[in-house]
Nanobody, 127 residues
Framework: VQLVESGGGLVQPGGSLRLSCTASESRFGVYDMAWVRQAPGKETEWVSS????????YYADSVKGRFTISRDNTKNTLYLLMNNLKPEDTAVYYC?????????????????????WGQGTQVTVSS
């Protein structure tokens, strides 16, 4: 599955952004999906994931209550609504197919749980 992320930008602390990830194939709807992020000098973090049907969602503790993952399988598109953004959310955000177990909590990234990323979209939170 080829993935293209969009929607990033520069936003002030407390602001909002909605990221999108569009898949190239109609089989998008059979995959669990996830967002991960990578900040300069920091380890890659798992941010959120969603099951294939969209009915189950999971979040890292660092974003729980602020970010909302969703998907529209009729449009082959994954979303990440980010509210109350903080400077520590600054990173390049990537979407990927997800093959790991459902989980909440730790943002630990295990590469073998994910398919190839898209090209990413930069999110910068700064005043």
């Amino acid at each position: 599955v080829q993935l293209v992320e969009s929607g990033g930008g520069l936003v002030q602390p407390g602001g909002s952004l909605r990221l999108s990830c569009t898949a190239s194939e109609s089989r998008f709807g059979v995959y669990d999906m996830a967002w991960v992020r990578q900040a300069p000098g920091k380890e890659t973090e798992w941010v959120s994931s969603i099951n294939s049907g969209g009915g189950s969602t999971y979040y890292a503790d660092s974003v729980k209550g602020r970010f909302t993952i969703s998907r529209d399988n009729t449009k082959n598109t994954l979303y990440l609504l980010m509210n109350n953004l903080k400077p520590e959310d600054t990173a390049v955000y990537y979407c990927a197919t997800y093959f790991g177990r459902p989980r909440d909590g730790s943002s630990h990234y295990e590469g073998s749980d994910f398919g190839p990323w898209g090209q990413g979209t930069q999110v910068t939170v700064s005043s």
